[in-house]
């Protein structure tokens, strides 16, 4: 059990110092930038990452800290949706700081490159259709419930018959649905790429294209529409139902090792922040 956990904490440390490299690897492949953009983007990716390293990541930790001790007793949903708003807030001031580092950027896209992007997103969308629309709707479910289980077995180690069920009704009974789910990648990577070629007009302030670049982000997770709130709303709420349900149906030996692992993660992190 130890050797598993050691290595990833392992991949977290070593992952975070790779994330300028990744980073930069990810945008490219997306954008597909030129010799100027590149120096920018690298730029603004290295001061981004020494601004978070030195100011922010401490308070992962602490949530971390949080969530160790929380985890040893019984949850509440409340309590799980609390450390989700702490985690948005905490995506929020990193995104803020990244679009401000991004502007100088998006200024210099040209339409080749957001063609590029487009067809990036075309690719990508296939990919999210062979993992979650293709097949029967007892094979797509199947899938879902597997990723679920997968997600907690990284952290409880492995379930119980009881629980593998409990997890099968909570998916199955999930507001999300594969269909739903592509209508809302579609919106989000529109509004990214409209968002986009706006700015890349030449005319647009800095400050401009900075509020409407945040504004992207915003509805990444709030919808503008009634009918996209009150499902994203009604999915956050059974998302936070269900790990408490689960999480208070675990044995001693599953929250302790819950708590190795986030324990772990919390000294990883607290290394990172030394000088």
């Not at 995506?91 to 200024?107: E, G, H, K, L």
């Not at 062979?130 to 492995?158: C, H, I, M, N, P």
């Not at 890349?200 to 992207?216: D, W």
């Amino acid at each position: 059990m130890t050797l598993p956990l050691l290595q990833a904490c392992s991949a977290i440390k070593l992952g975070y110092q790779q994330l300028p490299t990744l980073s930069y690897w990810w945008l490219d492949s997306a954008v597909s930038f030129n010799d100027a953009q590149t120096e920018r983007a690298k730029e603004g990716l290295a001061n981004l990452y020494q601004w978070h390293r030195s100011q922010e990541l401490a308070t992962y930790s602490d949530l971390l800290q949080r969530a160790t001790e929380l985890s040893q007793g019984k949850l509440q949903a409340d309590q799980v949706c609390s450390a989700w708003g702490e985690a948005r807030s905490m995506m929020d001031r990193s995104m803020r700081v990244a679009i401000t580092q991004a502007v100088p950027v998006v200024q210099m896209l040209g339409p080749r490159q957001l063609s590029h992007l487009a067809r990036h997103q075309d690719s990508k969308n296939e990919d999210w259709d062979k993992e979650w629309l293709q097949g029967s709707a007892t094979e797509r479910l199947e899938r879902r419930v597997d990723k679920t289980l997968e997600r907690y077995r990284s952290f409880y180690g492995e379930l119980s018959a009881a629980q593998i069920a409990l997890v099968k009704t909570q998916v199955s009974q999930s507001s999300w649905h594969p269909e739903w789910g592509r209508q809302e990648r579609l919106r989000r990577e529109q509004d990214l790429l409209s968002t986009l070629r706006q700015s890349a007009l030449g005319n647009v302030p800095a400050a401009q294209i900075e509020a409407n670049l945040f504004g992207v982000w915003m509805r990444w997770f709030t919808p503008p529409d009634d009918a996209g709130r009150a499902m994203v709303q009604k999915m956050t709420r059974q998302a936070c139902d269900n790990l408490a349900q689960l999480h208070n149906t675990t044995s001693p030996e599953q929250r302790q090792r819950l708590a190795r692992t986030l324990r772990n993660y919390e000294r990883d992190i607290r290394e990172l922040t030394r000088p």
